[in-house]
């Protein structure tokens, strides 16, 4: 197993006033050779989106664009006719292919809205254009890893353009549990939302992001009660 750990507090940080943008992997102004991705997990952006404002219509192409609402309320629209509202709960996930053209803005005009931005390298490219969306229970991630993001419309959670399986949960303080890889060759992004836990004898703490690869599982323990995201994604880009 190989592994390189990313503490919250080395991450690139911008603040734009109307937007505090945490940079797991070089973006924008912040550049760092070492971080450019990881695998085919290109972005890892933790947002914080002032109210009423937000990131005008603008273009991508080639890229899967997984949007994950933290708190707050996200208003979408693009240029395939998607007019929406991603709250925390939501998962929604666009393959921009030949090209897409959208905008992200808080919905609210009294409150932010915090949310994950990530950006997975496609499998394949200029293909037709993809939008996909789910709502989750929170009890389906009562003390287990659910399947929010994989390669198939027939699959669980949100299909995206690339052999790539994510998993949300939300652990209780003690509970211990492990996640198998679905493809060789593949490697995993770990990243605590809150409270902290161990992978392997690694401890990590909230905001943290751990990359695992050279392994087919992952042995997992809540040290606190944590919510904790998995991105299985390919180490290897053809």
């Not at 995993?188 to 809150?194: G, I, N, P, R």
């Amino acid at each position: 197993m190989k592994t390189i750990l990313h503490k919250a507090d080395t991450r690139g940080n911008a603040n734009h006033g109307w937007l505090e943008s945490n940079h797991t992997f070089s973006f924008a102004n912040y550049y760092n050779p070492e971080r450019v991705h990881f695998g085919a997990l290109r972005v890892l952006n933790d947002d914080h989106v002032a109210p009423g404002r937000g990131f005008g219509k603008h273009p991508h192409d080639n890229m899967e664009i997984i949007s994950i609402p933290i708190s707050g309320d996200l208003r979408h629209e693009d240029s395939m006719g998607n007019e929406t509202v991603i709250k925390e709960g939501d998962i929604q996930a666009m393959s921009a292919g030949t090209g897409v053209f959208h905008s992200e803005m808080n919905a609210n005009a009294d409150r932010p809205v915090d949310f994950l931005q990530i950006w997975v390298f496609p499998k394949s490219r200029d293909i037709t254009p993809n939008y996909s969306q789910i709502t989750l229970d929170e009890a389906q991630l009562d003390n287990k890893l659910t399947q929010i993001v994989s390669p198939s419309p027939e699959d669980e959670g949100v299909h995206i353009n690339q052999d790539a399986w994510f998993h949300l949960g939300n652990l209780h303080h003690g509970t211990a549990t492990e996640y198998e890889l679905k493809k060789a060759g593949n490697g995993v992004y770990a990243f605590v939302l809150e409270g902290s836990v161990t992978i392997g004898d690694q401890i990590l703490e909230r905001r943290d992001g751990l990359g695992i690869w050279d392994t087919d599982r992952l042995d997992i323990t809540a040290t606190k009660d944590a919510r904790l995201l998995l991105m299985e994604v390919p180490m290897n880009l053809n």
